[in-house]
């Protein structure tokens, strides 16, 4: 069997599904993107693609060696994504030729089903108290948000008490035992994240999420003595070098690689070992499309430290397209009692509708975050 061809599409909300092709009629799907960076990947993906075409899909690990390291500058958000949407694309292709999901091959399932998150509040958390809610009557039992709207290295102390009344809300309205994640998203430099959470503790978060920028980790070990609620990071580091130091460490309690950026499935589950190592649990991040969310549950199936997977239905970002409108089956993804089915079918468990996403790649998009900036004009972190 033959790898030959590699077709990309860019799909609404802000997606890049890849699809490739072999001589044994089979295919199979991954999903290579950086948020807002879509066509830079898809070019790396097509510079990529000269090596893979005539290769046996099927030796996924010589593949990874020779695009990781063969180029000798390796690493970074856009190799790497690249890199992990071709990973995932072959073991759907493996999957597909034994007749066998992905959990399979990587040592069988450890669960049955996994527990997922639902975000609330959009880019600048509002109405949280109510969303939360209504999440809870949909079943979920765990919810995330942005904790802040943009903050400077030093801020009000009004900003501050916004932020902790909204959190204080999400508690009253869903009580003691729903999960509530709290996402720093890296607009919080060390100085208001100190502050932030201390003053967070006592609504007791599932986690606080990635409390400063991934450049400024050294910094966890400050913000650690100031609160007992489990420390979060990880959506911004790229295999396991990147989570090496992070682990030895010893500040961070959940790490969050993202399958569509660290490096795919099998990077992702020798991270996971990793972890596991360091008594460190794993909830990977994916607030992208259905074939970067199968390849999570792929990893969580068979992943004995995995906690939680974060999934993109109903998200702020999705506009013109969500979660589902790709899939030929859209409830491969059963969420139940705020648990999600791990797929069961061949390779990544799910059937990609092609003529729906072709249609959709005609309008494309060209999405980009925002640019935020403080009240001086300097720029602030999005």
Request: glycine share 8%.
């Amino acid at each position: 069997m033959k790898i030959t061809k590699l077709t990309l599409y860019k799909v609404q909300p802000r997606w890049l599904f890849l699809k490739i092709d072999t001589d044994a009629g089979i295919e199979g799907w991954g999903e290579p993107i950086v948020e807002g960076r879509a066509s830079t990947v898809e070019a790396c993906v097509n510079e990529l693609a000269d090596y893979l075409i005539g290769k046996d899909p099927l030796r996924i690990e010589d593949h990874f060696q020779v695009l990781y390291r063969g180029g000798f500058y390796r690493g970074g958000p856009i190799l790497t994504s690249a890199l992990s949407g071709i990973e995932q694309a072959l073991w759907d292709i493996k999957g597909k030729f034994y007749n066998m999901p992905v959990y399979e091959m990587l040592g069988g399932a450890a669960r049955d089903k996994v527990r997922i998150y639902s975000w609330i509040g959009g880019d600048r958390p509002s109405d949280v108290a109510e969303a939360a809610l209504e999440k809870v009557r949909a079943g979920f039992t765990a919810v995330k948000m942005n904790a802040t709207e943009e903050l400077d290295y030093f801020d009000t102390h009004s900003k501050v008490e916004a932020a902790v009344n909204r959190i204080a809300a999400v508690r009253e309205a869903v009580g003691p035992d729903v999960g509530i994640g709290i996402d720093f998203h890296g607009r919080v430099h060390k100085t208001m994240a100190k502050i932030l959470a201390k003053e967070l503790e006592p609504y007791r978060p599932m986690f606080i999420e990635e409390p400063v920028l991934p450049e400024n980790n050294e910094a966890l070990r400050e913000i650690a003595r100031h609160t007992t609620t489990p420390i979060a990071t990880g959506e911004r580091q790229y295999t396991r070098w990147g989570f090496k130091q992070i682990l030895m460490d010893g500040y961070v309690d959940i790490i969050q690689p993202d399958l569509s950026h660290a490096g795919g499935i099998l990077e992702v589950k020798k991270i996971a070992a990793m972890a596991e190592a360091f008594d460190v649990s794993v909830a990977p991040h994916c607030p992208l499309g259905p074939i970067a969310l199968a390849s999570c549950l792929q990893l969580d199936a068979c992943t004995p430290n995995a906690i939680i997977q974060e999934q993109s239905l109903g998200i702020h970002y999705n506009k013109g397209s969500d979660l589902l409108d790709y899939l030929a089956d859209p409830q491969v993804f059963q969420y139940r009692d705020g648990y999600v089915d791990i797929p069961k079918g061949p390779g990544l468990g799910i059937t990609i509708n092609e003529e729906v996403v072709k249609r959709a790649a005609e309008e494309g998009h060209n999405w980009k975050n925002p640019v935020w900036r403080h009240q001086d004009g300097s720029v602030a972190e999005w």
